[in-house]
């Protein structure tokens, strides 16, 4: 069905529906674990563009016209072998994922894009004593990745080929009990091959390495700290990305360099039967950091064209988290997130999100109603401040506060335990938009209130 926004109106076509299927094989043994894992899934999920408004006359979970079909396949195996004390991780996965963008059936080309993405992957990781106070993991993860474009009329990625090589190890050390310390290093290779007019055959390959530290003050003060200095690749779509996505159209940039960043972050905890409290900050600077970015061009079906840019930047930031058990039957949580991020010359980042407050409070009654077990009470609410610091081409977001609440318990008919909730999401039904809505740029809000209940049986199976 389609999602009611704050002010009781109707955001078109965002109705989606989805079929899943997942199994699992193991066995165990003195050799090793051993894991097979299936997984299918089919959702589809309905597109808010401008031609699809128009068309929407019934509101239902039924996809029939601008919506995106899609299917993944994943096969997958996850294994445990022991040597001695040598332990050893084998996994590998095989996906194919099939994307259908559909369009109208009065269009010449109900399918207007069709690919198929397969990618093999695998993952080879050792765990080896390296002494009595220090353990060594040494291990080689690769995956090759083929995009594959069918018959139909928009290939917003051409077909390509993606083969990535990483080797990497990692030592963790206790010289003292309070003291752990960590270090890696990593070698990552990658190969890009397009095949289209302007076909690609790039290599990229650098190295990255981390050291960090935990030291535990006392029994409920530690401190950590860590230093790392990696680099990324440009993927696929940033390198040649060139079509309509959703409500916009995005171009890559074949020219992208890979970027490379040092950061460092410093964390302090605070742990005790009644308070929790975490404070933790950061400092990310970026070389050749790749975004992608609105511009002041238009398409001839008027389409503002987003376009991957790349330049030296900044990213840095604080969390404080702090709970407390004000009482054995009542908890309060909360948290506050910041985040800046600005271009070497001092200009914004696109795309960065409101600085946020998070508080909620929990109300444990105890067995209050005989009939009625852990009931519980909860209220909170998320307050956003104004993002008044957008990227050029991009617009601000003005500050909201959104509040939830839920009551729940546990029941119990005929020896059958049934828990039940009754939860309310956006409560006061605020009219607001979060700064990285996709929908922002269309003039839809989020959602508006929310009612939901929720049942729950749990059956106990007894062999005998």
């Not at 970026?286 to 001839?300: G, H, S």
């Not at 993002?387 to 959104?402: C, I, K, N, S, W």
């Amino acid at each position: 069905m389609d999602y009611t926004q704050g002010n009781g109106t109707v955001a078109p076509n965002t109705r989606f529906n989805e079929y899943s299927l997942k199994t699992q094989l193991g066995l165990n043994s003195k050799l090793g674990l051993f894991r097979l894992y299936y997984d299918y899934n089919q959702p589809k999920y309905g597109l808010l563009v401008d031609a699809a408004v128009p068309l929407i006359t019934a509101n239902s979970r039924e996809n029939e016209v601008w919506y995106q079909n899609l299917n993944s396949h994943l096969l997958s195996t996850r294994n445990t072998l022991f040597f001695g004390p040598v332990k050893v991780d084998v996994n590998g996965a095989y996906q194919s994922n099939s994307r259908q963008l559909k369009t109208t059936p009065a269009s010449p080309f109900f399918t207007a894009a069709d690919m198929t993405l397969n990618t093999l992957s695998y993952e080879v990781k050792s765990y080896l004593p390296a002494g009595k106070l220090s353990d060594l993991i040494v291990g080689v993860q690769g995956a090759t990745v083929e995009n594959i474009n069918h018959e139909a009329p928009n290939q917003v990625i051409p077909d390509a080929k993606v083969n990535d090589l990483s080797l990497f190890s990692l030592i963790q050390s206790n010289p003292v009990d309070a003291l752990k310390i960590q270090a890696g290093a990593r070698y990552d290779f990658r190969n890009i091959t397009t095949f289209n007019d302007a076909a690609l055959n790039k290599h990229y390959g650098n190295i990255s390495a981390s050291t960090g530290a935990t030291y535990n003050v006392s029994d409920m003060i530690l401190v950590r700290t860590n230093f790392a200095s990696a680099y990324r690749t440009p993927n696929l779509a940033e390198l040649t990305q060139d079509g309509v996505h959703g409500t916009r159209y995005e171009q890559g940039n074949t020219e992208l360099q890979s970027q490379r960043n040092y950061e460092i972050d410093l964390s302090a905890h605070y742990h005790s039967d009644l308070i929790f409290l975490d404070v933790s900050v950061f400092n990310n600077r970026i070389n050749n950091y790749i975004y992608i970015a609105p511009t002041n061009e238009y398409t001839e079906n008027d389409l503002q064209i987003f376009r991957y840019s790349q330049s030296d930047a900044t990213i840095k930031g604080a969390e404080i988290t702090f709970n407390i058990q004000a009482a054995s039957q009542l908890q309060v949580e909360s948290s506050y997130s910041y985040l800046i991020g600005e271009r070497s010359t001092g200009d914004p980042l696109p795309y960065i999100p409101q600085n946020k407050i998070r508080l909620s409070a929990s109300y444990h009654p105890g067995n209050f109603f005989k009939s009625i077990k852990a009931p519980a009470l909860n209220i909170g609410g998320l307050y956003a401040f104004s993002q008044d610091r957008p990227a050029m081409f991009e617009t601000g977001t003005d500050h909201y506060l959104v509040l939830n609440a839920s009551i729940s318990g546990d029941l119990h008919i005929q020896q059958q335990p049934v828990s039940i909730a009754l939860k309310v999401n956006n409560l006061f039904d605020e009219l607001y938009v979060d700064h990285l809505s996709t929908l922002k740029e269309m003039g839809y809000y989020n959602m508006g209130r929310n009612i939901s209940i929720q049942l729950r049986i749990p059956f106990k199976t007894q062999i005998k």
